[in-house]
C-alpha cells in the first residue's frame, strides 16, 4: 500500500492541465505512441475544441522508478470552471496530493486560488508546478513569487514543466512518489467508499467511480448507497480504470476503481455518496455530500414544434450521463411545448444548448436565463412563501408582499491598470463592494457580493471585454436578500406574451421595457389594424410602441363633393379596424423572438 499515490491536478482553464496529463500517461508507458492524441483525458469534441475539462476523469497509472521500484499513480482529473465545483471538492476528497499546475505567461486565476482553498481545506499535499515555461510570454520569476506568496512554499520547491515538450516531466513523477503521502491502508474497518463520478453506460446501467476510504468491496457484495438510503444493488463487477475498464476481485482501502451493479439512474449513485455494505454497514457516511442544485433556469423550445418528442428524448439522453440537468416540461403560449431545464451556471447551459444541437442535430430557442426568488405574498388572508422559477409563476404584485434573490460573493483577479472598469461593471450590476487586495506584480483581488440575477446574462463577457480578457472570475453562494423586485410584462393588443416576460429590478425595468417594446415595433410586420405593444408591472403600463396598421385610401374614389362624404367613409373604415381589432391576433415571428431573447444588455 506504501506504493500507491492518490493525486489530482488544480489548474484554471487552459493552464495545460489536459496536455500535462498527456505526458504523464506518456512517461509512464500507460498509453503508446500510435494511440496517444492531444488531451487524451478530455473525451468529447467540445471539451478539445474549447480547451476546458468538462467531466472529470480518473485513470490508474503504473510508474516504474528508475531504482527499479513500481508506483502506483491513481490521477483524478477535475473540471477547471467555477461551474462544477462540487465535482472538484469531491474530486480532491478521494485524493492524498494534488498538482497547482500555474501557466508561466499568464500567472495565478482566480479558479486557481478557489480551487486551492478547497485542495488545503481537505489537507492535501500541494506541489506547485510552474508549466508552459517554453513559451516565449512565460515570466518565470514573477509567477514564481506569486506562488511562494499564495502558498508560502520556497521558490525551490517548484517544479518548472513543459506539458508541450515533456521537459521537467521526470522531475514532476518523482516528486509525485516523494512528496505525496501514502493512503492509510484501514482495511479492518466497515466499508466506506466515496462516489466521485458516476457515468452511464446503456448496456451496464450507472458506473460509480470510487475511492475505497476504509474497508474491503469484494466482487459480488451487496452494497447499500448511504445518503440515498438504496440497497437494491450488488457489486457485479469492480476494477481498476486504466485506458479501459480491467476488472479484479477487489478494491482496499486506498484503492480508486468502479464499481458496476447495474444501478438503474444517474441518480441513485450520485457524486459524493458513500458505498457501505448492505448488512455490515459503516456507522455514517463520509461527510460533504451535497444535493446538486441548478443556479441558472431557462426554457428550451423546438424551433420547430413537430420536434418536440425528439428534444424530449435527446434531455432524457444527456441527464443519464449528466446527474446535474434538470428539467420539467412547460408550455408557452407563444412558443408552444418546451421544457424548464435547471443548470449549475451559465458554462453548463451554453453546453447543453450545444450538445442539443450537435449531437441531437435539433434547433432550439432558449428564453433569457433566470435565477430562483422565493417570494411572500398573500393568498386569501394567509401568508404564504413559494418558491419561482418562471416569471410566469410569479404572483400578481398586489399580493406580493417580499421578494427574495440569490447573491453570490465574486471575486476577479485582474492587472491594477483594470480597477476602474470592473468596479463600474459590479457598480451597474447592483454590487456591494467588500475589499480589495494588492498582491505581487502589479494584480489586484476584488471582492464584490452581487445579485447572481445580473450575472447570469452577460457579466462575463462584459468583464472579459473590459480587462482584455486578462482578468478572472470565481463565485460561490452567499443567500437569499431582500430586493424591490417586480415582474416585467409584454403586452400585445392587452394580451401578456409569457415567453418574454421577465423578473427585473424595479430602477431598471422602465428602461428594459421601453427597449423591447421599440425592437418588438421593428420586427412585427404590420397588420390590417394597429398593434400596441406595451410593458407593463401589474396592471400599471410604463413603456409604449403602437405597430401602425395597413391602410387603403378610402377616400381616393371621391374625386370632388361634400366634405361629409370622405369622412363617412373613413368613420366607415374606422369601425372596421376596430371590430378587426378585436378578433384579430398577432403572431410574432421566431426572428423577433430571437432577436429579443438575445438583446445585449446595453439594448435592454
Do not use: W
Amino acid at each position: 500500500m506504501k506504493e500507491i499515490r492518490n493525486f489530482c491536478i488544480i489548474a484554471h482553464i487552459d493552464h495545460g492541465k489536459s496536455t500535462l496529463a498527456d505526458r504523464l500517461l506518456e512517461r509512464t508507458g500507460t498509453i503508446s505512441e500510435r494511440e496517444m492524441q492531444a488531451q487524451i483525458l478530455d473525451d468529447m469534441d467540445l471539451e478539445r475544441e474549447r480547451g476546458i475539462t468538462i467531466k472529470s476523469h480518473a485513470i490508474r497509472m503504473d510508474y516504474q522508478r528508475p531504482g527499479g521500484d513500481t508506483v502506483i499513480f491513481n490521477l483524478i482529473d477535475t473540471p477547471g470552471h467555477v461551474d462544477f465545483a462540487y465535482e472538484v471538492s469531491r474530486a480532491l476528497k478521494a485524493c492524498e496530493g494534488a498538482l497547482l499546475v500555474v501557466d508561466a505567461s499568464q500567472g495565478i486565476e482566480a479558479q486557481t486560488i478557489s480551487n486551492l482553498y478547497h485542495a488545503i481545506d481537505q489537507n492535501l499535499e500541494i506541489i506547485p508546478v510552474l508549466n508552459k515555461i517554453d513559451l516565449p510570454g512565460a515570466d518565470i520569476d514573477a509567477v514564481s513569487q506569486q506562488i511562494v506568496d499564495l502558498i508560502g512554499c520556497d521558490s525551490d520547491e517548484i517544479l518548472h514543466v513543459s506539458g508541450k515538450t515533456g521537459k521537467g516531466v521526470e522531475a514532476l513523477l518523482e516528486a509525485i512518489v516523494e512528496r505525496i503521502p501514502a493512503p492509510s491502508r484501514e482495511v479492518d474497518k466497515p466499508l466506506r467508499a466515496l462516489i466521485f463520478d458516476s457515468v452511464f453506460n446503456t448496456y451496464r446501467g450507472s458506473i460509480a467511480y470510487v475511492r475505497v476510504m476504509e474497508g474491503v468491496l469484494r466482487k459480488g457484495d451487496d452494497i447499500y448507497f448511504m445518503q440515498t438510503e438504496i440497497d437494491d444493488y450488488d457489486a457485479e463487477e469492480i476494477g481498476y480504470l486504466k485506458m479501459k475498464m480491467e476488472p479484479t476481485d477487489s478494491l482496499e482501502a486506498g484503492e480508486v476503481g468502479y464499481v458496476v451493479g447495474s444501478v438503474k439512474t444517474l441518480q441513485d449513485a450520485r457524486v459524493g455518496d458513500t458505498i457501505t455494505h448492505s448488512k455490515k454497514r459503516a456507522s455514517e457516511p463520509i461527510p460533504g455530500y451535497q444535493e446538486v442544485k441548478p443556479m441558472v433556469f431557462s426554457g428550451i423550445y423546438p424551433t420547430n414544434s413537430d420536434d418536440f418528442e425528439d428534444l424530449r428524448s435527446a434531455l432524457e439522453k444527456l441527464q443519464l450521463n449528466d446527474a446535474s440537468l434538470q428539467y420539467q416540461p412547460e408550455t408557452s403560449k407563444a412558443l408552444g411545448f418546451g421544457f424548464r431545464a435547471g443548470f449549475l451556471g451559465l458554462l453548463h447551459m451554453e453546453i447543453i444548448q450545444e450538445r442539443l444541437d450537435r449531437e441531437f442535430n435539433i434547433d432550439i430557442i432558449t428564453t433569457v436565463p433566470n435565477v430562483q426568488y422565493e417570494v411572500v405574498f398573500e393568498d386569501r388572508g394567509e401568508v404564504e412563501r413559494k418558491v419561482v422559477e418562471n416569471p410566469s409563476e410569479m404572483p400578481d404584485i398586489g399580493k406580493v408582499q417580499e421578494v427574495y434573490e440569490p447573491y453570490i460573493k465574486a471575486t476577479i483577479l485582474t492587472p491594477a491598470d483594470y480597477i476602474g472598469p470592473i468596479m463600474k461593471l459590479c457598480q451597474d450590476r447592483r454590487g456591494v463592494y467588500v475589499n480589495q487586495m494588492f498582491m505581487q506584480n502589479n494584480r489586484v483581488e476584488i471582492t464584490y457580493e452581487l445579485p447572481m440575477a445580473e450575472v447570469v446574462f452577460d457579466f462575463y463577457d462584459r468583464l472579459k471585454s473590459g480587462t482584455r480578457g486578462y482578468a478572472s472570475l470565481d463565485y460561490e453562494f452567499l443567500e437569499y436578500r431582500l430586493g424591490d423586485l417586480v415582474r416585467l410584462d409584454i403586452l400585445l393588443n392587452g394580451e401578456p406574451v409569457d415567453a418574454l416576460s421577465s423578473i427585473t429590478h424595479r430602477d431598471k425595468a422602465y428602461e428594459q421595457g421601453r427597449k423591447i417594446c421599440a425592437k418588438l415595433k421593428e420586427l412585427i410586420p404590420r397588420q390590417q389594424f394597429e398593434v400596441a405593444v406595451q410593458a407593463a408591472i401589474g396592471s400599471r403600463v410604463i413603456a409604449r410602441d403602437t405597430v401602425r396598421a395597413l391602410k387603403k385610401d378610402v377616400t381616393a374614389k371621391c374625386y370632388g363633393g361634400d366634405v361629409t362624404r370622405k369622412r363617412k367613409l373613413i368613420e366607415k373604415q374606422k369601425e372596421g379596424k376596430k371590430r378587426m381589432k378585436q378578433v384579430g391576433s398577432v403572431d410574432i415571428p421566431q426572428e423577433a423572438f430571437l432577436a429579443v431573447l438575445s438583446m445585449d444588455e446595453d439594448d435592454r
